[in-house]
């Protein structure tokens, strides 16, 4: 310690929060008064008999007490020059290392289906999804479809294969309206990434490559810090666009449908833009994957600025605790949280940042924010709960209290435990994405076969799935395989309007089982099972039977969950899009 006093640059000396140096103020004034005090007492004691004076008063001198008054003055200074946080010598701050994520934005418009590509442009863009995935990015990512509106599929996550299993059934048909609507699907990525700090990349998958478009992602990239991935599904030759009914084509749409060498061009001359060329095997696919794995992290620069300053107050703490062992003794008295208080608040600065410190409250001396998370869960506040908690499980946990389902998703995501994984499913359930969550289960499984929690909700979701398809089919005629995959591509009837009395009832259905099934979350834990109605049914041979028989169609529950979404959030489409 003595060396590092005489290496001290009093050049650069200086404190970090001098406006704690006003506390020296007070002292004085206290000094002050006891030093006056002492004489006051001396006046009563003449009243005293000289004989009984050496019963009645205990033994000390004046200056004894004078000087006891002083030294207590010199600790609390100490302690406050503490807090105040001498410094004389910079840090090298760290950088912060951020994961970034990954969106892939899918358009699924009409005009996706001309054959310019075979077998046509979304079933190409598929087997790039799905070639991209393989090439295992590392990076979490999320899946956004857009046309008339922008929904999220799948939220962040790392589990590709949940990624996989929802690809193959879409199209332009599970939209509820038609169009071609760029601005949603980008506003929709900044909703999705807008809590995380790192740098994301949107991967764009389009044919629609308009000038309207072109300002778009020009000013996306410009005016954001994400970069944008294109991918460019049409031809310099174009194609003719399908027709909704799937009889003929759509009229003097070729010209339209062609790919807009000039925008291309001027997209490849912006920074932070790449437009990836197609290719007939999946070396493109890999290159990109590549890529977004040598570019997952992301270190945050720290600026050198007076926060970089080593606060120094610790080094006070060795005289500050022999000055109070020195205080300590019969009839002296010890302010002992002068000490705790000066400890609590160096460690504190010391590890955080200037500003940092500016926002600490007093709980943040004594209390960690996991022990401060805790009590707001306690209370209830459970959003509150979420911001302080440091672990992911806890995160979860409260993000699934206050109802906040897609939070919960992206902080269970992180566990790669069984019960991390039994979580995720609750969410995803809560979330009304059914089959993510029998996914989810599934997985709980595997790493635990001894998890009967998620056996059982992995059996009562596959029954929720089953019904549904049941009362889906109940309307349908039948069909050959063949005919049912082009009329899935091909559906005339669909109402774009986004609700009639049919998706009513269906969307009713769905709330009341909703309803039914409520789940309790364990504190700072686990969660609960679900209740016991959510377990029936695991051990019924017919139940499996059905369920045998019965193809789950990740198409019609994705379908579903956007008109639920557009009627929930009243969303409408603009109305200058094109309709294909």
């Known amino acids: 310690m003595i060396e590092t006093i005489e290496n001290i640059d009093w050049e650069v000396f200086h404190f970090l929060r001098p406006e704690l140096l006003w506390l020296i103020a007070p002292l004085v004034v206290i000094l002050i008064v006891g030093l006056l005090s002492i004489k006051d007492d001396a006046k009563w004691k003449s009243a005293i008999a000289p004989h009984l004076r050496p019963y009645m008063i205990q033994k000390g001198s004046e200056s004894f007490r004078r000087w006891s008054q002083v030294f207590l003055f010199v600790i609390l200074s100490i302690g406050v020059l503490g807090l105040a946080g001498p410094t004389w010598k910079k840090i090298e701050m760290p950088d912060k290392i951020l994961e970034t994520p990954l969106v892939i934005a899918l358009d699924l418009s009409q005009s996706m289906l001309t054959k310019d590509i075979q077998p046509n442009r979304l079933e190409r863009a598929k087997f790039k999804i799905n070639d991209f995935l393989d090439a295992n990015p590392r990076s979490r990512i999320g899946f956004i479809a857009y046309a008339g509106t922008a929904h999220t599929i799948i939220p962040l996550t790392r589990d590709y294969n949940i990624i996989k299993s929802h690809i193959s059934g879409i199209g332009p048909h599970i939209m509820p309206f038609r169009g071609s609507d760029l601005e949603s699907a980008l506003v929709l990525n900044d909703s999705m990434t807008k809590s995380i700090e ?4 949107l991967l764009l998958i389009t044919d629609d490559f308009s000038e309207r478009n072109f300002q778009l992602m020009r000013n996306f990239v410009l005016n954001g810090n994400t970069k944008l991935e294109i991918m460019a599904m049409n031809t310099p030759g174009g194609g003719k666009v399908p027709n909704f009914n799937g009889r003929g084509n759509l009229k003097d749409t070729d010209a339209e449908t062609r790919l807009n060498i000039d925008v291309i061009n001027k997209l490849r001359a912006i920074e932070n833009i790449n437009v990836n060329d197609l290719t007939l095997d999946n070396s493109d696919m890999v290159l990109l994957a590549n890529k977004i794995s040598a570019d997952l992290e992301f270190r945050e620069k720290q600026e050198l600025n007076k926060e970089d300053w080593q606060d120094e107050g610790l080094l006070l703490v060795v005289p500050l605790a022999i000055g109070m062992l020195l205080w300590f003794r019969k009839g002296w008295v010890v302010y002992f949280f002068v000490m705790g208080f000066m400890i609590t608040s160096c460690s504190q600065v010391n590890e955080g940042t200037f500003d940092e410190a500016k926002e600490m409250t007093a709980d943040d001396w004594w209390y960690t924010k996991s022990y401060q998370g805790q009590k707001k869960y306690d209370n209830g506040d459970y959003a509150e709960a979420a911001k302080l908690y440091e672990d992911p499980m806890h995160k979860g946990v409260a993000y699934y209290k206050s109802g906040n389902y897609t939070q919960a998703i992206n902080e269970f995501s992180k566990d790669t435990t069984a019960q991390g994984a039994y979580n995720l499913g ?22 635990d076969s001894n998890f009967e929690a998620a056996t059982n909700n992995k059996n009562r979701v596959s029954q929720i799935l089953q019904e549904t398809s049941e009362a889906n089919l109940d309307d349908a005629t039948e069909v ?7 009329n899935m591509e091909n559906d005339s009837s669909e109402d774009f309007s986004g609700g009639g009395q049919e998706a009513t009832e269906e969307d009713m259905k769905k709330e009341r089982l909703e309803e039914e099934t409520e789940t309790d979350i364990r504190k700072a834990e686990e969660l609960e099972e679900l209740p016991e109605d959510f377990e029936g049914g695991p051990n019924d041979p017919s139940q499996k039977f059905l369920m045998r028989k019965i193809d789950d169609d990740p198409a019609l529950f994705i379908k579903r969950k956007f008109r639920h979404q557009v009627k929930k959030n009243k969303m409408n489409p603009k109305s200058n899009l094109k309709k294909w």
């Not at 790192?198 to 990349?201: E, H, L, Q, S």
């Not at 050959?480 to 082009?486: K, S």
Request: aromatic share 12%; charged share 35%.
């Open 198 to 201: 790192a740098p994301g990349t």
């Open 426 to 447: 609750l969410a995803y359930y809560e979330n009304g994405d059914y089959l993510s969550a029998e996914r989810a289960f599934e997985k709980a499984e595997e790493l």
């Open 480 to 486: 050959m395989p063949e005919e049912r995959a082009q």
